[in-house]
């Protein structure tokens, strides 16, 4: 069956509508659950550990030094999720956010896929589709589209994945280092005890 002109126009708006609006449902959604992350790792809201806490962790995971790491990894979360649920600076939020959640893939890789089994199925899931995001874009209904998407536009987005993907592979390389190293230390250890 054929639509006229204006049929097409109101059917084509209302899509238009149903994905600005889906897109903002996944931004805030996704936003939400990383800045709550964050938080844990800079205030200690939410039961976590603070800064403190979760430097002391993350130096024992390999991420050296603990404290800035945790800050780094903090702001990434919280950060990106607060700019990803406004819809502002949506490559560059998307990017962090995922950058972020590629450390997190790094430390739980070795136990599986399953997040069950404490493997990495969520932090890539989260990644994932915070990278999606800011690939997309945000929609009609942020704070980008509002200010005619001066922090959105194409070289943003290439600079934000590549500086992202940079660093990431940074960090998780010095952590692949760190850990190494001290795997090395401990089978030194252990054989000088079995002597």
């Given amino acids: 069956m054929f639509l006229s002109l204006p049929a097409r126009l109101v059917r084509r708006t209302r899509l238009s509508v149903r994905k600005d609006v889906g897109l903002l449902a996944l931004r805030v959604g996704t936003g939400g659950v990383l800045f709550a992350h964050g938080a844990q790792k800079l205030f200690g809201w939410f039961g976590g550990h603070g800064l403190s806490g979760t430097g002391s962790a993350m130096e024992g995971m390999g991420f050296r030094p603990g404290r800035q790491s945790a800050l780094a990894a903090g702001l990434g979360e919280a950060g990106g999720g607060v700019l990803l649920a406004l819809g502002l600076a949506t490559p560059a939020a998307g990017a962090a956010a995922a950058g972020a959640m590629a450390g997190a893939v790094s430390v739980h890789a070795p136990a599986g896929f399953?997040?069950?089994?404490?493997?990495?199925?969520?932090?890539?899931?989260?990644?994932?589709?915070?990278?999606?995001?800011?690939?997309?874009?945000?929609?009609?209904?942020?704070?980008?589209?509002?200010?005619?998407?001066?922090?959105d536009r194409p070289w943003v987005v290439g600079l934000a994945f590549t500086g992202s993907a940079a660093a990431a592979a940074a960090v998780i390389g010095r952590r692949q280092a760190a850990t190494r190293e001290q795997g090395d230390a401990d089978s030194g250890s252990d054989a000088d005890a079995g002597e």
């Avoid at 994932?128 to 942020?142: E, M, N, T």
């Fill in 114 to 151: 399953f997040a069950q089994s404490g493997g990495f199925e969520y932090p890539a899931f989260l990644g994932f589709v915070a990278a999606g995001i800011g690939l997309a874009g945000p929609g009609r209904f942020s704070v980008d589209h509002a200010t005619c998407h001066v922090l």
